[in-house]
């Protein structure tokens, strides 16, 4: 029987424009300031930091730079945490809490900085994005929400209700939202593109194609194995995510990876696309598995992702599973082909915050549970200047304990098919009662 082509390529749209690439072989030094572990948006980020305060500084990774989830997200600058201010607040306490929320505006900030002062060309805007909600009591909810980011952090937030939607998404699935305007969308693989030259031209080393093997402690250092040979270095940063593997067996019990897929439409006509994205925003959802979307960033497209159940392979159901809800979303686009359809792996944990913390010596910088664009550079520099000693900058919220064990769990994720089947039922129901 012929299987059912959902999409034309199985890569990364982003590639098309942005692809990856291995680097020239670089010699192995013997000794280094400092070696990291892993090559994307927080590792090149430390390696900037670092390189140019003068240590010797070399990257390692085992794929080619930037073929995890660097480039493979959906480019939206949200720096969104999962969980909500009401959990963060009973978890941690009120001020913790408003200190993440307000850590969030910062390190948004900081990306846009960046961007503007290195000059990456990464086809950045500063859209705005949309929340979606599936109900007219969520809709009160949100509402507030809106009304605390204006008022706590001066954040351009406000409530969009329901008579007023199509303003900025071309569907009637929702029940009202907020926009808020600190949020934007850019091109992830030129991103990263961008972040690898200027990190390469400041003295960073970065190895490609190179596995870490182990990181074994070495009188006042370490002692690093890799595909390559043995590095002697000072000090160790890891920036792995959901690509941890077994060179770290502590950091791999601790880390869940999980898939997240995303599907691109073929070229829409620029009418359809002005009436379903008017604003052009990124568009986001309030439901547990809820989609991201937006248009890419030439306008002529839609891009949508959300989390994948599977776990070997590149079966057909995931496709299907997000084609369905972008039909849901725009009856209009039943007959459009898609042209790319991909997954890659983000980092959950057990309290979903970003990390840094150390332990015996390394430091991690980690577990982004897919918000990276905004998180792992932003965290990614506070470790180097923790690494650096620089009290005053290394300063983060999410600088402290290690995340907890994931009990039963060493790198085999044998449980996330039912707990996204769980997330899945959840969603139905809340459906199911809201008020629509």
């Not at 008022?151 to 199509?166: F, H, M, S, T, W």
Request: net charge positive; glycine share 10%.
């Amino acid at each position: 029987m012929h299987e059912q082509k959902v999409a034309d390529k199985d890569t990364p749209y982003w590639w098309e424009a942005a692809p990856v690439r291995s680097l020239p072989k670089q010699p192995l030094a013997k000794s280094v300031d400092v070696l990291i572990v892993g090559a994307g948006y927080a590792g090149l980020s430390a390696g900037l930091v670092l390189a140019r305060e003068g240590r010797s500084v070399a990257a390692f990774d085992a794929m080619n730079p930037g073929e995890g989830a660097s480039s493979r997200n959906g480019g939206i600058t949200s720096g969104s945490i999962r969980p909500d201010y009401a959990t963060i607040t009973r978890r941690f306490g009120e001020e913790k809490a408003i200190a993440i929320e307000a850590e969030g505006k910062t390190a948004r900030d900081f990306l846009y900085d960046l961007i503007k002062a290195e000059g990456l060309d990464c086809d950045f805007r500063l859209t705005g994005q949309f929340k979606g909600v599936i109900g007219f009591d969520d809709y009160e909810k949100t509402a507030r929400g809106a009304e605390v980011l204006a008022k706590r952090l001066g954040i351009d937030a406000y409530p969009v209700p329901y008579n007023e939607q199509k303003n900025y998404i071309g569907t009637d699935f929702y029940r009202g939202g907020m926009v808020r305007m600190d949020i934007g969308g850019l091109h992830p693989a030129k991103f990263h593109a961008e972040l690898l030259r200027v990190a390469l031209a400041s003295g960073l080393t970065v190895h490609s194609g190179t596995r870490v093997t182990s990181i074994e402690k070495q009188g006042a250092g370490f002692r690093v194995t890799t595909s390559a040979g043995t590095v002697q270095a000072r000090r160790v940063l890891v920036c792995t995510d959901g690509y941890t593997d077994d060179a770290v067996p502590y950091l791999r019990r601790r880390l869940v990876p999980v898939r997240s897929r995303i599907i691109v439409t073929e070229e829409l006509a620029p009418d359809l696309m002005a009436r379903l994205m008017p604003q052009r925003m990124m568009m986001i959802e309030g439901r547990q598995l809820g989609f991201y979307y937006r248009p890419t960033p030439d306008g002529k497209r839609i891009l949508l992702g959300g989390r994948d159940s599977s776990r070997r392979g590149d079966p057909i159901e995931p496709k299907l599973y997000l084609r369905n809800g972008l039909i849901k979303l725009f009856p209009e686009l039943e007959n459009v082909q898609l042209s790319h359809s991909w997954f890659g792996n983000v980092a959950m944990h057990r309290d979903m915050l970003p990390r840094i913390f150390e332990r015996d010596g390394i430091v991690y910088a980690t577990g982004f549970c897919g918000s990276g664009v905004v998180w792992a550079p932003w965290v990614g520099t506070r470790a180097a200047h923790k690494i650096l000693g620089h009290t005053e900058q290394a300063r983060t919220e999410f600088d402290f304990r290690p995340p907890a064990a994931v009990p039963l769990y060493n790198g085999n994720p044998w449980f996330m098919p039912a707990i996204i089947r769980g997330y899945k039922i959840q969603d139905e129901i809340a459906l199911l009662r809201a008020r629509r």
